[in-house]
């Protein structure tokens, strides 16, 4: 069974209630998951929390934004011109992987009213923010600007949604653990210690070789992994999992290439039941390294297939940036954003954690600065002198 | 930071690992070295005179022209939004030079002027048919087509044949790449190798490490310490991991491969006298985790020629990559063009246009503080074919005259310089993997993989 899931604070509460019911579970401390006050489980899902609102007028008001195929021909429109390799298409590349914050040539369409998923990351309320579909204010979750309206971010129909999410499953690299040590039970407990490790085996699932079933067990990559092993203290609270907020390293690999997503002041929000896990990772993510780990992930080619521009989505995620401020500049360089996450519960083998013991705590990972010497927007202006011309800076 | 350690796999390298005795057995023809090192060995096919069989460091023996120069095939292949290369029987390789892209990778649309026309050589000119004189005769596998102004020209198992405009001596495989390759890189070409000298079930592998020994399923295969010549210590518990690969009844020993008999009737291959194995554990295909086992090793027909002195092995969330003296990850630049010819552009006698967009922007100074060459030291030595030591203008990124005013001494493999990322800050980073189009399979970076425990072996190492 899946669970489609649209969620703020109380409706993980709720979901809380729920979840264990729909897998004909109780939390009881005797589980036979829950053995000796610790409980695993593997990331089988994750996706950032786009929204689909039913009402197509206030989804995405201006339509959808164009992408690298659009874009081309309305830079280069085929009128008989002959045209230069070097001065189009090698200078759109130049924009995706030098990008700018000079304004964009193109309009950016983003999701119109007031409802998102996410989290209150800073505890505020302020003019940006959304309110949850349960009605809490102070929704932190500008990256559902940023990609709410790009067919491939879109809410379970959008290629990248499913591509992406698909990935955290077949994918070794992705295979992400998370352990909670020191639990009573399931239901409340004020102080549980809660680790992500990198699990090294592929999951296990029935025989259709879908659905991915409990029991299962994993290694802990101590070898290559040690970048992802995370510690953060939460508590449980009627069956949901709250963290305190730190930084954290996801690995999300697509398409055979190592890359990660760095989540500052991540928290997590979970629904907990003996067998699954589900709800959101919150945070502020990291603008490089976002926009690294999809540069990776995609090429000019398949940001097509959604009608995604890298170019387009960057300057509006540095639009958008609402925390991190760099020293220097001042700019932000991180976006409030949420992804929802499933889980299912694993076993970790005990003598794979053996060579954890007694060494040196890892090297706590740094997120991507950006590439060390960026074009100026200037720079991106000589590009398309008749385009830039007629669009103005701010 | 550790230096540069590859000696733990089972020692049947025919180089020994960049030494000058290794180096000049290395341009020897194959035969002579088969009696004299363990060098990649193959199995004789019929041959059109002055055709012979060339050692190579890379690549293990492969067919080369009377004066040494490797043949190369281009077969057909499907891209994005068609196919090219040369049909069976057909050479699409001519001495008209191409001008326009083909439109053959999306999004962007055929039509557009290549970069560097008055410097564009024809496809004919960066890859010469091997022509066949008036007498020549088919044999075996290898036939003659007619080209379209034509002349004759030497095909093999079908495939129109070339030799590569950058290829200058006996052994060089600079034009080609060593394997077919997946995913949206250009239709490349290809050194024809006669076929390994390897029982049925198995086949060899190109790594960065050098010519693996893996099952037809491609799985890796191991030798232990343990065992004796001719003989297996791996008892029934030991074989419940460690999986002897069996040979069948019919089976018989031939050249470097004998056959152990590990029960009455029950046979198992070994190579070069050392019983063979997978791995139960090592999850996937063409993969090295089992050498991670005290005592057991992976098992090469040669291992590759040892990066130069100084550089060393750093661990990533992936494996093993290659990395300067202080750590920093190497990368090899990958680049061929979207033209229906599917030129390369990533060898300095070729086109910088794509290589100094993608890594400077089109600014050959931020390109040079971007992805720094490598420098060679003042003292330096090439000790091997694949590693050498170029000057290159950093402006242009052409090679230079030694002593040309600001030229750099560098280092390259595959006689294309290698490079670093200013953006990756410790040891382990390899940030611009992929950097560039097609995640850096048609212009772009790739880190110098060693080991890759995570992608089916699949990342690939620099062509």
């Known amino acids: ?394 | 930071m550790r230096g540069f350690r590859a000696s733990e796999d089972m020692a049947v390298s025919g180089f020994n690992r960049g030494s000058l005795a290794g180096l000049l057995l290395s341009l020897l023809p194959v035969p002579v070295l088969a009696a004299a090192s363990p060098t990649e060995g193959y199995r004789s096919v019929p041959t059109p005179p002055g055709v012979r069989v060339q050692a190579t460091e890379l690549d293990g023996p492969v067919f080369a022209d009377a004066k040494g120069r490797t043949l190369y095939h281009w077969p057909l292949g499907q891209l994005r939004n068609g196919p090219t290369g040369d049909p069976p029987g057909k050479s699409e390789c001519t001495d008209v030079r191409t001008e326009m892209s083909a439109g053959l990778m999306s999004p962007y649309p055929g039509g557009l002027q290549l970069p560097d026309l008055d410097q564009r050589p024809s496809c004919a000119d960066e890859w010469p048919p091997f022509l066949a004189n008036a007498r020549a005769r088919p044999v075996g596998d290898w036939t003659i087509i007619e080209r379209k102004d034509g002349r004759r020209q030497w095909a093999y198992e079908g495939f129109a044949l070339y030799t590569s405009a950058l290829d200058r001596k006996p052994g060089d495989v600079l034009g080609g790449r060593p394997d077919k390759r997946r995913g949206d890189y250009p239709v490349s070409r290809q050194p024809i190798k006669p076929p390994p000298d390897v029982p049925p079930g198995f086949a060899v592998t190109t790594k960065t490490t050098g010519r693996l020994l893996v099952t037809a399923k491609g799985d890796s295969v191991y030798a232990s310490d343990r065992d004796a010549p001719g003989r297996s210590a791996c008892d029934a518990e030991c074989a419940e991991t460690w999986i002897p690969v069996l040979a069948p009844a019919f089976a018989r020993p031939q050249g470097e491969w004998s056959l152990v008999e590990r029960s009455p009737g029950v046979k198992q291959w070994a190579f070069r006298d050392r019983p063979l194995y997978t791995y139960g554990l090592d999850g996937d295909t063409n993969r090295l985790k089992g050498g991670d086992v005290p005592g057991w090793h992976n098992v090469y027909l040669q291992r590759a020629p040892a990066p130069p002195a100084g550089f060393t092995v750093q661990d990533t969330t992936v494996g093993q990559v290659l990395a300067d003296a202080e750590g920093r990850t190497i990368y090899t630049y990958f680049c061929g063009d979207d033209s229906m010819d599917q030129l390369g552009c990533d060898h300095p006698t070729q086109t910088q246009a794509y290589r100094l967009a993608i890594c400077g922007g089109g600014d050959p100074g931020r390109c040079l503080r971007t992805f720094p060459y490598v420098p060679a030291a003042e003292n330096a030595k090439s000790t091997s074919r694949a590693w050498s030591i170029v000057y290159v203008d950093p402006l242009t990124g052409r090679f230079a005259k030694r002593g040309q005013d600001g030229a750099l001494r560098v280092w390259a493999f595959r006689d294309r310089p290698v490079y670093t990322f200013s953006g990756d800050r410790r040891p382990g980073d390899a940030f611009a993997d992929g950097h560039g189009e097609f995640r850096g399979q048609r212009n772009g970076f790739k880190a110098f993989w060693l080991r890759d425990d995570f992608f089916n072996g699949d990342q690939p190492g620099p062509g």
Not at chain 1, 334 to 350: E, N
């Open chain 1, 1 to 394: 069974m899946r669970i489609r899931l649209r969620v703020s604070i109380p409706a993980t509460l709720l979901l809380a209630a729920w979840l264990p019911a729909a897998y004909g579970e109780t939390r009881a401390a005797a589980s036979p998951y829950l053995k000796d006050g610790t409980i695993a489980y593997a990331m089988t899902s994750l996706r950032w929390a786009t929204y689909l609102k039913p009402d197509a007028r206030v989804d995405c008001p201006d339509g959808v934004n164009d992408g690298p195929r659009e874009q081309f021909t309305a830079l280069f429109p085929d009128d008989g011109q002959p045209r230069v390799l070097a001065e189009t298409q090698l200078r759109r590349e130049i924009q995706g992987w030098f990008p700018t914050t000079r304004p964009d040539y193109f309009p950016y369409r983003e999701p119109g009213g007031t409802q998102a998923l996410g989290l209150n990351l800073d505890g505020k309320t302020g003019p940006e923010d959304f309110t949850s579909l349960d009605g809490e204010p102070g929704i932190d979750n500008q990256m559902y600007r940023a990609l709410g309206c790009i067919n491939s971010w879109r809410d379970a129909q959008g290629i990248n949604d499913s591509l992406n999410s698909g990935e955290i499953v077949t994918q070794d690299y992705n295979r992400l653990l998370v352990e909670l040590n020191g639990v009573d039970d399931l239901v409340n407990d004020d102080a549980v210690e809660v680790t992500f490790y990198r699990g090294l085996d592929p999951l296990h699932t029935d025989a259709g070789g879908q659905d991915i079933l409990p029991g299962g067990t994993q290694r802990i990559d101590v070898r290559w992994g040690g970048k992802y092993i995370q510690r953060l203290q939460g508590k449980i609270v009627d069956g949901v999992l709250t963290t305190e907020p730190s930084d954290l390293l996801i690995p999300w690999a697509v398409f055979n290439l190592p890359a990660d997503e760095y989540i500052r002041d991540a928290r997590l929000r979970l629904a907990l039941a003996p067998t699954r896990a589900e709800g959101l990772i919150a945070g502020y993510a990291d603008v490089e390294s976002w926009h690294l780990q999809m540069m990776k992930s995609q090429s000019t080619h398949c940001q097509s297939y959604g009608q995604q521009s890298s170019m387009s989505l960057y300057k509006a995620m540095r639009r958008l940036a609402d925390a991190y401020p760099d020293p220097q500049t001042g700019a932000n360089t991180a976006i409030s954003s949420a992804l929802r996450t499933t889980f299912t519960q694993v076993f970790i083998l005990p003598e794979s954690k053996s060579p954890l013991a007694g060494a040196a705590p890892p090297t706590r990972a740094a997120p991507y600065r950006g590439t060390p010497f960026p074009r100026t927007p200037e720079e991106e202006a000589r590009d398309f002198p008749e385009v830039a011309a007629a669009t103005a800076d701010p």
